[in-house]
């Protein structure tokens, strides 16, 4: 991925969270650089990180989106794209799970 689409895709992001989560444009930019962080590191390697889920509690998980490290994927996905969530594999759990990615509190 090249800078400048790096950069355009995390200002896209921060501007996502401003327009419907109510961000300050400062929240929006840590936040939005935090998900592009996790992103590139869940792509080497299984990555431990706590996320608030819907209810309020806080969750902690081990995810990562290494084609090497999960089993592999069959049949085809023919859902509608959500942009506002972030799919990953569980390895604690053997399992795709997501989070919102507005709610992504930090990357141990």
Not at 26 to 49: D, G, R
Not at 51 to 80: H, I
Not at 86 to 103: G, H, L, V, W
Request: proline share 1%; with cysteine.
């Amino acid at each position: 991925m090249s800078t400048k689409s790096f950069l355009h895709e995390v200002m896209s992001l921060a501007w996502q969270f401003v327009r419907k989560n109510g961000f300050t444009m400062s929240e929006a930019l840590k936040c939005a650089w935090a998900n592009m962080k996790l992103k590139l590191q869940m792509k080497s390697k299984i990555v431990k990180f706590y996320f608030q889920k819907v209810d309020g509690s806080v969750r902690e998980a081990y995810g990562t989106l290494n084609e090497k490290l999960m089993p592999a994927v069959t049949g085809t996905d023919n859902r509608k794209k959500n942009d506002t969530v972030q799919t990953y594999f569980d390895t604690e759990r053997q399992e795709f799970r997501c989070y919102k990615k507005a709610n992504l509190l930090k990357i141990a």
